[in-house]
């Protein structure tokens, strides 16, 4: 559901931003990496290597 992974990844960046993960303003590709969005509830991917 849409609203539960809007829900779910701005509550697990702001867990990390006040757990000290991240440095200086950034996107939360750029503050967590790219694979941020696959730890996530629901999301599957594949990596490209």
């Known amino acids: 559901?849409?609203?539960a992974f809007?829900?779910?990844a701005a509550t697990t960046a702001a867990r990390r931003v006040l757990d000290?993960?991240?440095e200086g303003f950034h996107t939360p590709a750029s503050a967590f990496t790219p694979e941020f969005v696959l730890g996530l509830d629901g999301?599957?991917?594949f990596?490209?290597?």
Do not use: F, L, N
Request: glycine residues 14%.
């Open 6 to 8: 809007t829900v779910d």
């Open 47 to 49: 990596r490209d290597e």
């Open 1 to 3: 559901e849409t609203y």
């Open 20 to 22: 000290g993960d991240y």
């Open 43 to 45: 999301v599957e991917g």
